[in-house]
């Protein structure tokens, strides 16, 4: 990532950037082992032939803060026994997921690496969903599991027959709302060690309660982990930088106006005139996020 200083600094200024610090963190990816084949029509269109199904993983994050001598989880991926999820989330599994394979838990993964569960001081989900919240009931206690305002429906599972979460996860551990009380960029946001190291940012438009984590690599540079916010590129495209070549007619921006309005729940003044903005602004730049979960 671009360090925020240099040229660019008055831009970034501009932008309302975290605020400056000599304290950073290492993050290491975790590859959970998941692999789920999903619909291709449910993240883009037109589906080509051959290729109605994609194949996808599912990653978790490692962070640690070195002066703190603290660790989080930046989600953990799918639980490996996953049938063992509620009713609720095996329902929509079943429905949308048309196969599902995970070798390992990521309290495996961790452990065969030589950490020990209790090193880690905080699970930080981005967001609700069943393949990105793991199983937190295999951590120990001393393990705190953080999450976004809007995260629920509380009770989990089985107390509440409706919930998408496991009650058990909760059990015997100090559960954290993240209360946001700063702003970075547009967004609400959270400095989580309160050394300027990482930053929870409030992205609720995927799923309620949604987190993203700026992550301090260098004092300057950083690392943006998303959570679902963009399962597709196409999402931050076209931009100024990169518009639709000219070679795409007018006509087709009427195409990806109907077929927005088609796919998504429209109420008054959710959706800007599209078709002058549509080659060089991306769909998420029109779409009011706030009242629409994509």
């Given at each position: 990532m671009e360090p925020?200083?240099?040229?660019?600094?008055?831009?970034?200024?501009?932008?309302?950037?975290?605020?400056?610090?000599?304290?950073?963190?290492?993050?290491?990816?975790?590859?959970?082992?998941?692999?789920?084949?999903?619909?291709?029509?449910?993240?883009?269109?037109?589906?080509?032939?051959?290729?109605?199904?994609?194949?996808?993983?599912?990653?978790?994050?490692?962070?640690?803060?070195?002066?703190?001598?603290?660790?989080?989880?930046?989600?953990?991926?799918?639980?490996?026994?996953?049938?063992?999820?509620?009713?609720?989330?095996?329902?929509?599994?079943e429905a949308a997921i048309p196969g599902v394979r995970i070798e390992k838990d990521v309290t495996e993964i961790l452990q065969e690496k030589g950490m020990k569960l209790s090193e880690i001081n905080d699970i930080i989900w981005s967001h609700s969903h069943w393949d990105h919240i793991g199983s937190p009931y295999l951590f120990p206690p001393s393990t705190n599991l953080c999450y976004g305002k809007g995260t629920g429906p509380f009770p989990g599972y089985p107390a509440n027959p409706n919930s998408a979460l496991n009650q058990a996860d909760f059990e015997g551990r100090k559960c954290i709302e993240i209360d946001y009380d700063m702003e970075i960029g547009p967004y609400p946001a959270h400095d989580f060690y309160g050394d300027g190291s990482l930053h929870l940012l409030d992205t609720p438009g995927h799923w309620p309660g949604h987190m993203c984590a700026l992550a301090r690599t260098t004092p300057d540079t950083f690392l943006f982990l998303g959570g679902d916010i963009c399962h597709f590129a196409g999402d931050f495209r076209p931009s100024e930088q990169l518009p639709l070549p000219d070679s795409i007619p007018e006509e087709a921006f009427g195409n990806i106006e109907a077929a927005a309005v088609k796919r998504a729940h429209k109420t008054p003044?959710?959706?800007?005139?599209?078709?002058?903005?549509?080659r060089r602004h991306a769909i998420l730049q029109i779409i009011d996020t706030q009242t629409l979960f994509l």
């Open positions: 925020l200083g240099g040229s660019h600094a008055n831009g970034m200024q501009q932008l309302n950037p975290p605020p400056p610090s000599n304290n950073t963190v290492t993050v290491r990816m975790v590859d959970t082992t998941s692999v789920m084949k999903l619909h291709a029509e449910a993240f883009l269109k037109p589906v080509m032939p051959g290729h109605e199904i994609m194949t996808v993983i599912d990653l978790a994050f490692l962070i640690e803060n070195p002066r703190l001598g603290k660790k989080a989880m930046f989600d953990l991926g799918t639980r490996k026994d996953y049938w063992n999820s509620p009713p609720w989330t095996i329902a929509r599994i003044g959710w959706m800007a005139p599209m078709r002058p903005q549509t």
